[in-house]
């Protein structure tokens, strides 16, 4: 799956996206929005963690 993500996003930094469907450029956008949405998801874990670290070494 790691490999299919490197090559679409070559496929899509190569290209003019003038060549690129509406269907491919919707596709790919959902799929930045859903990593998007991860990683948000990912720093808020990491703020809990560093608020935890924080309170218990600030005593």
């Known amino acids: 799956m790691e490999d299919e ?13 003038d060549d690129v469907s509406i269907e491919e450029l919707e596709e790919r956008i959902t ?8 990683l948000r998801a990912v720093i808020e874990k990491k703020h ?3 608020n935890a670290a924080d309170a218990v ?3």
């Open 5 to 17: 993500e490197r090559a679409r996003e070559k496929y899509f930094q190569s290209r003019d996206l």
């Open 31 to 38: 799929e930045l929005e859903a990593e998007i949405t991860t």
């Open 48 to 50: 809990g963690v560093r």
């Open 57 to 59: 070494f600030s005593r």
